[in-house]
């Protein structure tokens, strides 16, 4: 059974509410225009840390979520290590499933 987040994931990509790639999230982080921060369980060491790091300065939330795989099939793309929400719907949603 696929998880209720995934499909959020896939219904956000489709409305264009989401940012992917590392160095186009942290661009967003910066604006602030990010509420969410989806890292897979498999990014480098070195990502991690910029991700986690950014994200604490800016005070903006990040969830480590499954692998790059699913996190790209999710979105109907190829691997994505780190994905933004940039909408708050589609954030406070997904941290309630990603709660559960």
Request: proline share 1%.
């Amino acid at each position: 059974m696929i998880e209720k987040w995934i499909s959020l994931l896939g219904l956000a990509a489709r409305a264009r509410k989401l940012v992917t790639g590392e160095e186009l999230v942290l661009k967003e982080v910066r604006r602030k225009s990010v509420r969410l921060v989806l890292l897979s369980s498999d990014a480098a060491e070195q990502t991690k840390k910029k991700v986690l790091d950014k994200c604490a300065h800016y005070n903006i939330p990040v969830r480590i979520v499954s692998d790059r795989t699913t996190l790209g099939q999710a979105i109907g793309k190829a691997e994505r290590v780190v994905i933004g929400v940039m909408d708050d719907g589609f954030a406070k949603k997904m941290n309630a499933l990603l709660d559960q």
